[in-house]
């Protein structure tokens, strides 16, 4: 059974860097070069960030990067800002032809 | 500027069928793979089904295999998502979703709908 584990919660300050971390509990994933992270904002659909492990689409600010170690792949948040308040999932294709996303992480603005 | 509306949700009972629509526009739909996510009430994000551009290839979660199918009419710009013998645990809040490139359906989804709400109770 392929799975993403993320932290529930993380937690920074504004103008701090935070980083959430993807990790894939088994191979499902195969090399895991296809990650993505969504942000979601409260009864609002979810919004690409990053995709491919590495790649950011065009207007999404590039305080977000995203970057792959072994089975783990991060998400990292620099110069916070309080805007940034909002529940984060990571996704990945699987070698079963389907795709998963992780539970999601609730990141705080303190 | 690229716009996805669903539409179709609505109550409906155990063991019944509902089939939900999303209409593209402001893109050349016909090339680019689409998808289904749902996120049941308080919960996170599931994955449900894509497919290809041309509707050649679909990809099915397990969880609702054999109960749902997914299927695009390019010349209405329109993508489908049937469903059958609807349970209590397919409740949710079902987002269609645009292929970030229009090859490999798996890089992600760059546009969401605002997505239509499935009930199923009794």
């Known amino acids: 059974q392929s799975a993403l584990t993320q932290p529930a919660s993380v937690s920074g300050s504004p103008g701090q860097s935070i980083t959430i971390s993807c990790t894939a509990t088994?191979?499902?994933?195969?090399?895991?070069?296809?990650v993505s992270w969504y942000q979601q904002h409260p009864g609002k659909p979810p919004k690409l960030m990053i995709y491919a492990v590495t790649n950011r689409p065009s207007g999404v600010s590039n305080r977000f990067s995203g970057s792959k170690s072994g089975n783990t792949a991060s998400l990292t948040i620099s110069g916070l800002q309080a805007e940034d308040e909002a529940d984060y999932y990571c996704?990945?294709?699987?070698?079963?032809?389907?795709?998963?996303f992780g539970g999601g992480t609730k990141l705080t603005v303190l | 500027e690229v716009q996805l509306l669903e539409s179709g949700g609505g109550l409906v009972q155990p063991g019944g069928s509902l089939r939900v629509s999303c209409v593209a526009s402001?893109?050349?739909?016909?090339?680019?793979?689409v998808g289904w996510v749902r996120q049941a009430p308080g919960k996170g994000l599931e994955w449900v089904a894509s497919?290809?551009?041309?509707?050649?290839?679909?990809f099915i979660a397990d969880s609702v295999k054999g109960r749902f199918a997914i299927s695009r009419d390019n010349s209405k710009s329109t993508l489908y998502l049937q469903m059958n013998s609807l349970r209590a645990e397919d409740t949710a809040i079902y987002y269609c979703?645009?292929?970030?490139?229009?090859?490999?359906?798996?890089?992600?989804?760059?546009?969401w709908g605002q997505g239509t709400l499935v009930t199923v109770s009794s």
């Open positions: 497919i290809t551009a041309t509707g050649g290839s679909t």
């Open positions: 979703a645009k292929a970030v490139y229009n090859v490999g359906w798996y890089m992600g989804f760059d546009h």
């Open positions: 088994s191979s499902d994933v195969g090399s895991f070069n296809y």
């Open positions: 996704s990945s294709y699987t070698t079963s032809s389907t795709s998963i």
């Open positions: 402001g893109f050349t739909f016909s090339t680019y793979a």
